[in-house]
């Protein structure tokens, strides 16, 4: 029995994702006024590729309703850039979609939102577009992250608007106010306060509560939070790129290293208790979802653990490429062991997307970080250190673990690793990327898609 799933051949990688086009037209036709689709990609030279989706509707159609109906089962990097809708699909002689007679899409249409109103507001919004590579200035209440912002990027923001500024906002100041317009009151204050302390409280570099140990990177929504631990460096601002891709009204909060200001935690049993009562601060009452990356991973398995043994709920356990230790097996799986703090830094500013030769990476950091940049490798090699130690306790339960493929060894046990400490199912998903690339945006959306049908959404 052979099964026709499709065509390969026209796909297309756009910043960083590699797309199917015809998973696209599919959901498009689905819609009740769309007769026929293709997408393809559009490429002017100046604002790099994007995706076009030319469409032969049946009848009146409302693009944006169309974008909105897509966007119910399509992640946010699939969905087209424009839409152009046609009387028929030009056909070559042999009865395929003639791409090359295509007409260009018309990406010049105004937003849609509310435009800029002040001068702060104009410069935020073309820095916005500047950062996220968009045609042109976003409304003001476009989020930064909804737009596809991650950290990354959040860090070239942060540097555009110290550069045009001299204002150093610091990351939690762009968590708590994504859109263009919440930053820019946030920008005001700081600006009006210009010679004391910063309006949100950070001190010097914005760096102080952006180094909280429970960090929102979006505090409000009704549902139960998801609680993401951080890797062995400590900073949770890489899980930023799960905010596109997860519903709304779900919180999202880091849990940071205590190491970060000079803490010197004993186990991660420590660690573990310590984060829990953290959240509980937040969530009083399971259930709980829990996740965490590399070292993260042990520690959420660690807090499951814990929670349980206070009589809550685990509903979600999500392991990220991290095991728990092993003496026949070298544990670089929450990173690369190294005896050279430069080389500890260097495998942080490549999980954010940097070249590690690149100074603009350690020079971002530094800016936002102030003197804590200095501890990051402190902060890892303790990390690394405990996790070696750890004897996990069983957790009764199910786990979701993904396990990055490109720099594993034919024998390494992924999932596997964990069904000594997991009474449940250990629901296993490969991830074609690099450990370190495991939050970058590609991976990230790949992992959200499974945790968002695991959390309901």
């Known amino acids: 029995r052979l099964e026709y799933l499709g065509r390969t051949d026209h796909q297309v990688k756009i910043r960083g994702f590699r797309i199917e086009p015809g998973e696209i037209e599919h959901v498009l036709t689905r819609h009740p006024r769309v007769l026929a689709a293709t997408v393809t990609v559009h490429d002017d030279g100046t604002t790099g590729p994007r995706l076009v989706a030319h469409v032969v509707p049946d009848g009146p159609l409302d693009q944006a309703e169309l974008r909105a109906f897509a966007a119910e089962s399509l ?18 002689p042999s009865g395929k979609v003639d791409r090359r007679a295509l007409p260009a899409p018309d990406f010049t249409a105004p937003p849609t939102g509310r435009a800029p109103r002040t001068p702060q507001e104009e410069l935020l919004s073309g820095l916005f577009a500047e950062v996220l590579g968009l045609p042109g200035p976003v409304c003001v209440d476009d989020g930064f992250f909804d737009l596809g912002g991650h950290s990354l990027l959040a860090m070239k923001l942060l540097g555009r608007i110290r550069t045009a500024l001299g204002a150093d906002l610091g990351m939690r100041t762009l968590f708590e106010a994504p859109t263009v317009a919440a930053l820019g009151r946030r920008l005001a204050r700081h600006l009006d306060r210009a010679g004391t302390a910063p309006a949100d409280g950070t001190g010097a570099h914005g760096s102080h509560s952006a180094l909280d140990v429970l960090l929102p990177l979006r505090a409000g929504g009704t549902r139960a939070p998801l609680f993401c631990v951080h890797p062995a460096a400590g900073i949770s601002w890489v899980y930023s790129g799960l905010l596109r891709h997860l519903d709304p009204d779900r919180p999202v909060h880091g849990l940071q290293a205590r190491g970060l200001r000079g803490g010197s935690p004993s186990s991660v049993t420590e660690i573990a208790e310590d984060y829990v009562r953290q959240i509980r601060a937040v969530q009083p009452e399971g259930p709980y979802h829990l996740l965490g990356w590399s070292f993260g991973a042990v520690v959420a398995q660690a807090m499951a653990v814990g929670l349980q043994a206070a009589g809550e709920q685990v509903a979600l ?44 990476g350690r020079a971002d950091l530094t800016a936002l970080l102030g003197d804590a940049a200095a501890v990051l490798p402190d902060v890892f090699e303790q990390n690394a250190k405990l996790m070696a130690e750890h004897v996990p306790d069983r957790y009764r339960g199910d786990a979701v673990f993904f396990g990055a493929t490109l720099d594993k060894p034919a024998d390494w046990p992924y999932g596997e690793a964990w069904r000594p400490y997991v009474d449940g199912r250990v629901e296993q998903h490969r991830i074609t990327c690099t450990h370190g690339a495991m939050t970058q945006p590609e991976p990230v959306a790949r992992i959200a898609a499974v945790l968002a049908d695991k959390l309901g959404e």
Do not use: E
């Open 317 to 360: 356990l999500a392991l990220l490429d991290g095991l728990p230790a092993d003496p026949a097996r070298n544990t670089a799986d929450t990173a690369p062991a190294c005896d050279d703090p430069v080389d500890t830094l260097a495998a942080l500013l490549a999980s954010l997307g940097y070249d590690p030769a690149d100074g603009r």
């Open 75 to 92: 992640p946010a990097h699939m969905l087209p850039a424009a839409v152009v809708p046609l009387d028929a699909l030009p056909l070559t």
